[in-house]
């Protein structure tokens, strides 16, 4: 981890706090701001020695530019983490996350660090070791919404210089638990330390990672989170006897098998009768 004497940002908001990574880095960020501002449309918890919360809706356009007031960085975790109904995903993800970018640009934000996920490039085939630069292949709306928000911070960069980190996150959890999470599972302490690493890394114009551990079986080429001085800890290699004991080869042909994406490229249209999908 980064040396720190003392902390060096003034404001740091982190979106979707209440959240299994929101609460990961609400602890880890503790000592990199002199204040957190905290927001979830679900409950906080206790008002913690420098932090302010706001719950609120993303989709509330006037709650989010109210919590940016004398923010200077922010993490953009809040939304829906998986596939939904097309409203929700259009209120949460994409109108949601319009209005943190436009908020943090009438507030002069140095950067927005924006959790994207594999499931921008998910229809990529298992087989295939992909880079930052290949065209996005989402494998779902929710994927269409990482898409989406990837591309908004381009345009926020291009045209007003607000700076970007869109991570795309494989699989964060404690551990991994299905053959994919072999190559997809980023440790929550190699998560950290990324978000870490976007921070304090002085410029980063606008750039786009993979989250990941250190795991020998790997869909991704991360040359450019090398820049960041993104060095991960962790692997799933340590659970890789586990779960080849608890879960079953797959039919390779299987689109949860063939694409990255897994499950949520396999899965038909949210909305479709579950039966018929
Ligand atoms: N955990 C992973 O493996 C993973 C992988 C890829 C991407 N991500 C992304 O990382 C982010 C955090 O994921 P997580 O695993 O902590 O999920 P999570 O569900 O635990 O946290 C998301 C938080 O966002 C909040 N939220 C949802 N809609 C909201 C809205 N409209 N307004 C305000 N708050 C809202 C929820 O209340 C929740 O606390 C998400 O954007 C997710 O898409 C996570």
């Given at each position: 981890m980064t040396d720190i004497?003392?902390?060096?940002?003034k404001n740091i908001l982190i979106t979707g706090a209440a959240g299994a990574l929101g609460s990961v880095l609400r602890e880890s960020l503790r000592?990199?701001?002199e204040q957190l501002t905290l927001s979830d449309r679900a409950p906080l918890g206790e008002v913690r020695a420098n932090e302010r919360h706001f719950v609120c809706d993303l989709a509330d356009r006037n709650a989010v530019f109210d919590m940016m007031k004398?923010?200077?960085?922010v993490i953009h975790l809040g939304g829906a983490p998986r596939e939904n109904t097309f409203q929700v995903i259009l209120d949460s993800n994409i109108a949601g996350s319009y209005h943190i970018y436009e908020a943090a640009r009438q507030e002069s934000v140095k950067r927005v660090i924006y959790a994207s996920s594999v499931h921008a490039i998910?229809?990529?085939?298992?087989?295939q070791t992909i880079d930052a630069n290949v065209p996005q292949r989402p494998d779902s709306l929710y994927g269409v919404s990482k898409t989406f928000v990837e591309n908004l911070s381009r345009y926020y960069f291009d045209k007003f210089g607000l700076e970007s980190m869109c991570v795309r996150i494989g699989s964060c959890f404690?551990?991994?638990?299905?053959?994919r999470m072999l190559a997809t599972w980023l440790s929550y302490d190699d998560f950290s330390h990324l978000c870490i690493q976007a921070l304090m890394?002085?410029?980063?114009g606008h750039m786009i990672v993979y989250g990941n551990?250190?795991?020998?079986?790997?869909?991704?080429?991360?040359?450019?989170?090398g820049y960041l001085g993104y060095h991960p800890k962790d692997s799933a290699d340590a659970y890789r006897a586990e779960v080849y004991a608890n879960t079953p080869i797959g039919d390779p042909r299987h689109p949860a098998v063939r694409f990255q994406g897994g499950q949520f490229a396999a899965d038909?249209?949210?909305?479709?009768?579950p039966n018929n999908r």
């Open positions: 004497s003392k902390p060096p940002f000592p990199y701001a004398g923010v200077d960085m998910g229809f990529y085939e298992c087989t404690p551990k991994p638990v299905d053959r890394t002085p410029s980063v551990s250190n795991n020998s079986a790997n869909f991704w080429d991360n040359t450019q989170a038909g249209h949210f909305e479709d009768d």
